[in-house]
């Protein structure tokens, strides 16, 4: 069995393959320890080969991982076995917003990432999400149920935080603020989208890719004959990744 | 290593140079620690780099002794902050030049006190070393000579004049004749300005001396800029980025020799196909803005994931030492005039336009045999930051893997810079 573990900064995710077929994933919570999280999820497995990606990669190498590779060559090694043709993935985790460009084979041939800010991310979907009073699994089908054009110009979490609450003081409704978060998302997005060029086929992988509004307002931006595409679980295209490096390598 | 290394404390001359002597000496040790985490802890180092790591070690004692023993001859010591300002005048007036300090991020609280935050980290650095008086350089200096080369800089010089008695060379934004003739004149005014500081005159035979001094220094960084083209690479990019910061502070005669004496082992080296890395590490250049001392912290990402910097094109780097001065000129004017026209062809993103340095890059990534370009942009450096789209251009069109980062001093995005910088060498190593 091949073991790819993702340690992001806000989930541990395991993917577990065996004969190139994913038969077994996880999604924890990273906590306070996450290697100690990451040992507790492994310990279900008897793996040939583990590898990791995500932030906590390195520590991981120390302890129990054979290999590490980014999260950039794992997304694009994940988001490749669901979509074979796609050139362009969309990366939205807990702490970046990343575009990947790969080539005809398949290898990373670009990408763009944010800045150091938290801001396009998935930690700011959180904050904004519980600043306006809803769950997170709320958010995107809240703003898809507004059609208000408001808008939050600040790009930095901290100050976007701000601006929603002043949006609240003036009396406008939840659902268009939480509207105008999402575009804000958006519009970073397709800032990095715009400056690295994108194909036809755009795979959207991480945490982010399972929220409705935010899938629906990105397609809608984008021009009608390219396709957006989200697989089944997207938070572990990470993991799934790094597994099949590992089955490789 | 027998002993820890630590950069000696000189607490009683600190005094005397009216410094914030408790919180200067926490950055020391904080220095030293980095320095023995980052420098020392690498394999393979050429031998001879224990000269370096003796000037390191010195870096706030003994050569602050040097200076101040100039300073007792009445001789002047002169702080600058770019490669624009031509340090021969100064070296033939008897004077001492200095690059001073701006690479850290202790000192950008004291400077955030006064100047804007969203300005380059550098120049807060400085400034911010003067107004904690924590940068024994910056309290040696008998003046500071600035240029125009950006509006950060140039704004915050009227400020530092209250700290500390500070010039200003105007730098052409252009490169036309009247560009030259108002550079001449510029040189004209530093040269009556350090003559009169020195009561010295600079003369066609001092001049000649100083011109063979300087080029002998860049000559000797040249050498070692061409070892460095070797695979495997001699000398890791991390001590040579630290020699090239060095040779804005060490004393030029002598670093030249011991450069010289390094780049003999490194020559050695390469007959034996010595490495301080496998042959198949990455092979990265570096492009961009300045790292000034102790602004490690690309270098170190990069060869901590196992690559190696083979070449710095910037100010702190090729920019100050790929040109010559012509050594043929024997009269005061003529050689004034070779100074000019060497000083002209630094390719700062200040000019404008400035395709001669994307020509430049790519002629460094050839002779160093990079396998990819990272370009390094300081935080609001709007010159390096816009040109960056050409060099981007240009490495497109050839092929050549490419990465840009933009970042300052602070260590809050070293994990996603880290994780920018491993994705750029697995795109190298396919």
């Not at chain 2, 040189?187 to 001092?206: L, R, S």
């Amino acid at each position: 069995m091949f073991i790819g573990i993702d340690l992001g900064s806000r989930t541990v995710k395991v993917a577990a393959m065996r004969d190139g077929r994913l038969v077994d994933h996880q999604i924890v919570e990273s906590g306070f320890d996450p290697q100690r999280q990451a040992l507790e999820m492994l310990r279900r497995y008897e793996p040939v080969r583990v590898v990791a990606t995500g932030y906590g990669r390195h520590l991981a190498q120390h302890q129990f991982a054979q290999e590490v590779i980014t999260e950039i060559k794992a997304h694009a090694l994940g988001a490749r076995h669901h979509f074979p043709e796609c050139r362009t993935i969309i990366d939205i985790g807990g702490q970046d917003s990343k575009v990947i460009a790969l080539d005809a084979n398949g290898r990373v041939s670009s990408f763009q990432m944010n800045d150091k800010c938290a801001a396009g991310t998935g930690r700011f979907l959180e904050i904004m999400a519980a600043t306006l009073g809803y769950k997170l699994a709320e958010f995107g089908p809240a703003a898809l149920a507004s059609t208000a054009e408001v808008n939050i110009n600040s790009m930095c979490t901290v100050f976007a935080e701000s601006e929603v609450i002043s949006l609240k003081n003036r009396g406008i409704p939840a659902s268009d603020i939480a509207r105008a978060v999402h575009r804000s998302v958006i519009n970073r997005l397709a800032v990095m989208l715009n400056r690295l060029g994108h194909g036809d086929t755009i795979a959207f992988t991480g945490g982010v890719a399972k929220n409705p509004g935010i899938v629906a307002m990105l397609q809608e931006q984008l021009d009608q004959h390219v396709r957006l595409l989200t697989p089944a679980l997207p938070d572990i295209v990470g993991a799934l990744g790094a597994a099949i490096h590992a089955g490789r390598s | 290593m027998t002993t820890p290394f630590a950069i000696k404390a000189y607490p009683e001359m600190w005094e005397g140079l009216d410094m914030d002597v408790a919180r200067f000496d926490k950055a020391r040790q904080m220095l030293g620690t980095a320095y023995e985490k980052m420098y020392l802890s690498q394999s393979n180092r050429p031998q001879a780099m224990a000269y370096f790591d003796d000037l390191m070690a010195e870096i706030f004692g003994r050569r602050i002794e040097e200076l101040l023993a100039v300073k007792k001859e009445g001789r002047p010591v002169v702080g600058t902050f770019c490669v624009y300002i031509p340090e021969e005048i100064v070296v033939a007036a008897g004077g001492v030049c200095v690059g001073l300090c701006g690479g850290s991020p202790g000192s950008i609280p004291d400077a955030e006190k006064i100047l804007p935050r969203n300005i380059c980290p550098m120049v807060k650095s400085a400034y911010g070393f003067k107004a904690g008086k924590i940068c024994p350089y910056f309290q040696a200096v008998d003046f500071v000579y600035g240029e125009t080369t950006c509006d950060a800089k140039k704004k915050t010089w009227e400020l530092l004049d209250r700290l500390v008695p500070t010039y200003v060379m105007e730098i052409p934004q252009m490169k036309k004749g009247r560009d030259k003739t108002l550079w001449l004149e510029e040189i004209g005014d530093f040269k009556a300005k350090v003559e009169e500081v020195c009561g010295t005159t600079v003369t066609a035979d001092n001049l000649a001396k100083a011109i063979v001094v300087i080029n002998d220094k860049r000559r000797a960084l040249q050498r070692l800029t061409k070892v460095r083209g070797s695979n495997p690479a001699p000398i890791s990019g991390k001590d040579a980025l630290l020699i090239e910061q060095m040779a804005f502070y060490d004393e030029p005669v002598r670093f030249a020799r011991q450069l010289n004496e390094l780049c003999d082992e490194l020559e050695e080296r390469v007959r034996s196909t010595t490495g301080v890395m496998p042959a198949s590490a990455p092979r990265i250049m570096v492009s961009g803005t300045p790292m000034a001392l102790p602004n490690w912290k690309v270098h170190n990402l990069v060869e901590t994931a196992g690559a190696v910097i083979v070449n710095e094109e910037s100010c702190i780097g090729t920019r100050y030492f790929k040109d010559l001065i012509d050594e043929s000129r024997t009269n005061l004017d003529q050689q004034l005039e070779a100074l000019t026209d060497r000083y002209m062809q630094i390719d700062c993103s200040c000019f404008t336009p400035n395709n001669e340095r994307v020509d430049q890059v790519l002629k460094e990534y050839r002779a160093s045999n990079a396998q990819g370009i990272l370009h390094y942009s300081l935080q609001f450096c709007h010159t390096y930051n816009i040109e960056e789209i050409k060099i981007r251009e240009a490495c497109e069109k050839e092929g050549i893997p490419y990465l840009s980062i933009e970042t300052d001093y602070s260590p809050e995005d070293v994990g996603q810079l880290q994780t920018r910088i491993e994705a750029f060498l697995e795109q190298i190593r396919g």
